[in-house]
């Protein structure tokens, strides 16, 4: 069953300004990812945080990851229309190869 | 270049035909995994394989069936094909169990009319 959750579903902002989207999970985890999602097309790996991190960066991209509050964000900064897509967080549990996904955040970048 | 393939993109089909939707990588992952995912919505595991001859089935109940004969292939097999499996398809491939992230496919967009 599904057990990540994302916040907000739908986030639409202007260009050039920051985009920040919350993922909650509920069990123990080794690590956190995110993903993008062009409509109609796969998924594409964006970051990977591990279990034992706090923070890291990629370019324009910024992950937190908070283990005692089961939370992580991803911060998108200086946002331009080809951010324009959906963004899925998925948790990488201890105990098997598999991946949580939450139901991911629609996020539209306005010119 | 590494990469996953999936084929064909689109499919429109009859209720009652079987089809085999095709996965392909080039990557020589162990880990492979087909997804069910509806426009917007979240991913669903219908089958994953750990390595040849290894299949499982994942959380969502599904009609469909796997093979995995070659490391590099997955392909995903529909008996009877029926409107509610009209859905779009990914299938993804990963190296490390837990220190890695998930190459996807471009997917497939099925319909059953």
């Known amino acids: 069953s599904q057990q990540g959750e994302e916040d907000p579903q739908a986030l639409s902002i202007q260009e050039g300004e920051n985009a920040t989207m919350n993922c909650s999970y509920k069990?123990?985890?080794?690590?956190l990812q995110w993903y993008r999602q062009n409509s109609g097309r796969g998924l594409v790996h964006l970051i990977l945080?591990?279990?034992n991190e706090r923070e890291k960066h990629s370019g324009r991209l910024r992950v937190t990851l908070d283990t005692s509050k089961k939370s992580s964000s991803l911060l998108i900064t200086a946002s331009r229309a080809a951010d324009t897509a959906s963004y899925f967080c998925?948790?990488?549990?201890?105990?098997?190869?598999?991946?949580?996904w939450g139901a991911g955040t629609k996020l539209i970048i306005k010119p | 270049e590494a990469d996953i393939y999936q084929t064909p993109r689109y499919l429109v089909i009859g209720t009652g035909k079987k089809i085999t939707l095709e996965c392909s990588q080039t990557?020589?992952?162990?880990?492979m995994y087909w997804y069910q995912q509806d426009p917007g919505m979240e991913l669903h595991l219908i089958h994953y394989?750990?390595?040849?001859?290894?299949?499982e089935k994942g959380d969502l109940s599904s009609e469909s069936t796997v093979s995995r004969i070659r490391t590099e292939h997955f392909p995903l097999t529909l008996e009877s094909a029926r409107p509610s499996h009209t859905s779009q398809y990914l299938c993804?491939?990963?190296?490390?169990?837990?220190?890695?992230?998930?190459?996807f496919g471009s997917g497939t967009r099925l319909t059953v009319v």
């Open positions: 998925a948790a990488g549990m201890d105990s098997n190869y598999q991946l949580i």
């Open positions: 394989s750990y390595g040849v001859n290894s299949t």
């Open positions: 993804a491939s990963s190296e490390y169990g837990l220190g890695g992230g998930y190459t």
């Open positions: 945080i591990r279990s």
């Open positions: 990557m020589g992952h162990d880990k």
């Open positions: 069990t123990s985890i080794n690590n």
